[in-house]
């Protein structure tokens, strides 16, 4: 069964201070990673896919890597406006559907 | 250029109503999904279509769940008789498999669903 484990949690940052969100996935072949962004009361917002390891993206302060079974979304000088919930997901090989992990909620102190 | 449109934003209902869902994917997207999202299960697939036909419903919780999709601006998700654990956000997504298209879902705002 295909697997999506995001950690930490919840992350707590002061505005400028960089760190990387963790995303741990097992999946039957991997036909794409993808990113989100979800703010309070409002639908996920597309951010990145990755396709193979490897393979890197970036948008702004956001940068996102992939292994053969992990993916991080580095965030550079982070701004409270950064503060959101990140969701990883998977899709396998001929399939459609997305699994999600739970996310991590990230906080920017000012 | 419109998102994913869904209606209404807040449901509030009374345990043993049926609720109806509304969405409209974005024009000329050929696949439409249904997720629901709790902070106990974050989101799960509901189910999918592809060219207005079901092609995934094994996430469908009870057969009190039902979904169409007449055509390809619009699908309903249907609960009859709703229950409290019902309670959730209802998000619509939609992606395209046209040429240049990724294979990336785009979502609605979603639907809170307060059954009571």
């Known amino acids: 069964e295909d697997q999506v484990t995001q950690s930490p949690e919840a992350l707590r940052l002061q505005e400028g201070e960089s760190s990387s969100l963790n995303c741990s996935y097992t999946v039957s072949g991997l036909r794409g990673l993808f990113w989100y962004r979800q703010d309070p009361g409002k639908g996920p917002e597309f951010l990145f896919t990755l396709y193979s390891a490897g393979e890197e993206k970036e948008k702004e302060r956001l940068k996102a890597t992939l292994t053969k079974k992990e993916s991080f979304l580095h965030i550079t000088a982070p701004k409270p406006e950064d503060s959101a919930t990140y969701l990883c997901a998977v899709q396998a090989q001929g399939a459609q559907k997305l699994v999600f992990g739970q996310g991590t909620r990230l906080t920017i102190n000012p | 250029d419109a998102g994913v449109i869904q209606s209404p934003r807040h449901e509030v209902t009374e345990m043993g109503q049926e609720v109806t869902l509304r969405c409209k994917p974005i024009s000329g997207h050929d696949y439409l999904f249904w997720y629901r999202q709790t902070m106990m299960r974050g989101l799960e697939l509901l189910i999918y279509?592809?060219?207005?036909?079901?092609?995934?419903d094994s996430g469908m919780p009870e057969d009190r769940f039902s979904a169409k999709m007449p055509n390809a601006s619009f699908s309903t998700l249907k609960i009859q008789p709703s229950e409290p654990r019902d309670s959730a956000v209802y998000f619509c997504?939609?992606?395209?498999?046209?040429?240049?298209?990724?294979?990336?879902?785009?979502f609605g705002p979603g639907t809170r669903l307060t059954v009571l």
């Open positions: 997504a939609s992606r395209s498999t046209g040429q240049g298209a990724g294979n990336e879902q785009f």
């Open positions: 279509f592809n060219n207005n036909v079901p092609i995934d």
